[in-house]
């Protein structure tokens, strides 16, 4: 059974700092990418970040560049997102995502976790 389990969310002041999980199962891991979205009250869901198990390449949505970085450890099956300067904006709940191949960039995904709320106060 594949499962993706998020967590480390929470609520942390504006400034702040916030690592999340996702813990992958059942499936290979190295054999795709996990990337992170989020989804705020009212808003379409917005890719977050991305990252290779492959290959170790990352991408990020532009506003996340230089406060938040994704990292993988393949021997824990465990994608992390290290959010530092959290905003209010920032609020929403946030996912991980698994997609068969090596590319972050056009692609779908076959597997989402439950999902972390994360809340920022101003």
């Known amino acids: 059974e594949v499962q993706l389990v998020e967590s480390g969310g929470g609520l942390v002041q504006a400034g702040g700092s916030l690592r999340l999980s996702c813990a992958a199962s059942?499936?290979?891991?190295?054999?795709?990418?996990i990337g992170w979205f989020r989804q705020a009250p009212g808003k379409e869901r917005e890719g977050v970040s991305c990252i290779s198990n492959s290959d170790g390449s990352t991408y990020y949505t532009d506003s996340m560049k230089g406060r938040f970085t994704i990292s993988s450890d393949n021997a824990k099956n465990t994608v992390y997102l290290q959010m530092n300067s959290l905003k209010p904006e920032d609020t929403a709940v946030y996912y991980c995502?698994?997609?068969?191949?090596?590319?972050?960039?056009?692609?779908?995904?076959?597997?989402w976790g439950q999902g972390t709320q994360v809340t920022v106060s101003s």
């Open positions: 059942g499936f290979t891991f190295d054999d795709y990418v």
């Open positions: 995502a698994a997609g068969y191949g090596s590319s972050c960039l056009g692609r779908g995904y076959d597997y």
